[in-house]
């Protein structure tokens, strides 16, 4: 259940129904809050043809021995990506006493550990996918297939949700076309995705039905600019554009 107990209390003519907040959800509410206070983001939108993608998921699935999904290419292309540009996973640190920039420094840790969200009874969390970068195409899906399972049978361990570098959030599966992520308090970068849609595009003097799917990105201003996060975005969508990138 989402929330605690619900209860009514009656007042004059009409009825409200109050909600608890849940553990969970004042941590996270705590923890988004100010991360929304305390970090100036800016956000790119861009699509990703993933019809070649979606067609080789299956064949790759019955390859590796293990179930291929979306995000298991989505956490793949994600962490080569920040491997090519380390930037994103950046941490604004503070040498001194005083909270200005005057003295503060960005800090890029030496791993790259994919937090991806997952709905699960006690509501979201957020397990991390470690070294990301390191792992194969079929690593990263077992990973990810071990960590969901645990996560909705309430088994993460405190391993399993620490040392998150970058984050991605995937509400394609809910029927969402396009939204924003607000970036966790341990990163400075998520990549927020869509549903894949059917799109009609020009193809050599004709037009073709492609698939397409929506990625959103929220940067830290004081991390990385513009350009620097266009071309990360840029190379995500090209190694899901071309499947034979991340096998």
Request: glycine fraction near 6%; charge should be positive.
């Amino acid at each position: 259940m989402r929330g605690g107990p619900l209860f009514e209390v009656r007042l004059e003519s009409s009825l409200k129904t109050f909600v608890p907040l849940t553990r969970i959800q004042k941590l996270i509410g705590k923890r988004m809050l100010t991360s929304k206070r305390t970090k100036p983001c800016f956000y790119l939108e861009r699509k990703a043809d993933v019809t070649d993608l979606l067609a080789a998921r299956h064949a790759l699935s019955k390859l590796h021995g293990v179930k291929i999904t979306s995000n298991s290419f989505l956490i793949h292309a994600l962490a080569l990506a920040a491997r090519q540009y380390p930037l994103v996973l950046g941490r604004l640190r503070n040498d001194g006493a005083d909270a200005s920039l005057d003295s503060a420094v960005i800090d890029i840790p030496d791993e790259i550990n994919v937090g991806f969200a997952v709905n699960s009874p006690q509501g979201l969390v957020v397990p991390v996918v470690k070294n990301a970068d390191r792992k194969t195409l079929a690593q990263i899906a077992d990973a990810e297939r071990t960590l969901t399972q645990d996560a909705r049978s309430n088994r993460l361990t405190l391993e399993e949700i620490e040392g998150e570098t970058i984050a991605m959030s995937n509400l394609g599966a809910y029927d969402i076309d396009t939204f924003v992520g607000i970036v966790p308090p341990a990163a400075s970068t998520i990549l927020a995705v869509g549903k894949v849609l059917h799109c009609i595009v020009p193809a050599n003097g004709h037009y073709e039905v492609r698939k397409q799917m929506s990625l959103s990105l929220a940067v830290d201003h004081r991390i990385a600019d513009g350009l620097y996060a266009a071309k990360f975005l840029n190379y995500i969508a090209d190694h899901l554009n071309d499947p034979e990138r991340l096998k």
